[in-house]
């Protein structure tokens, strides 16, 4: 793979049909944040299958946003598990950032966002994070725990896709 720091990039991110990772130039970002990004993006390196997105990227930016969330609970589990030393990492990484606003959470409830939110959230933070799911959310979040194909991780996007447009209120539609 390349890797490119680039002064224009936000955050981290990995384009599957290039091959390149692009990380910003961060200004007092800790190591474990470093460590966590470069190995989050180097997860869906390994991970995510090239060509896919270009798929997934034609339904529409939330659509894709969807996706991104349930596939990064995926990959970030598998490349934990790959290089158990990363799992130190990505919790004090997931500490500094939250520390640093970099979710803009500050003042917020968590539980009072949205599914897709909560699931990241949820995700990325862990049990400390104190996201609260009904249980039938919870159903979709046990199912996305267990993910290990990126088909897998299709699957329950487009279903959590349909349940959420279901289930939520039209004029609460540009929340989500």
């Known amino acids: 793979i390349n890797v490119e720091y680039s002064e224009k990039a936000v955050t981290a991110s990995f384009d599957t049909e290039r091959r390149t990772l692009r990380m910003p130039v961060f200004k007092d970002i800790s190591d474990a944040s470093t460590d966590l990004f470069l190995g989050h993006e180097v997860g869906h390196a390994l991970y995510t299958p090239q060509g896919e997105i270009i798929e997934v990227m034609k339904k529409g930016d939330m659509y894709k946003g969807f996706v991104n969330v349930v596939e990064d609970a995926r990959i970030e589990k598998m490349i934990q598990s790959k290089f158990p030393g990363l799992r130190r990492s990505f919790y004090k990484g997931y500490s500094d950032l939250i520390s640093s606003g970099f979710f ?5 409830d ?3 966002m949205n599914f897709i939110d909560r699931i990241n959230i949820h995700f990325k933070v862990g049990t400390r994070a104190g996201v609260v799911f009904s249980e039938e959310e919870m159903k ?3 199912r996305i725990a ?10 329950i996007s487009n279903e959590l ?3 959420i447009k279901e289930n939520t209120p039209e004029d609460d539609e540009e929340d989500w």
Not at 104 to 108: A, R, T, V
Not at 146 to 155: C, H, V, Y
């Open 104 to 108: 803009d959470l500050k003042g917020k």
């Open 110 to 112: 968590i539980n009072e």
């Open 140 to 142: 979709v979040v046990d």
């Open 146 to 155: 267990g993910l290990r194909t990126f088909d897998e991780t299709l699957k």
């Open 161 to 163: 896709w349909d349940y």
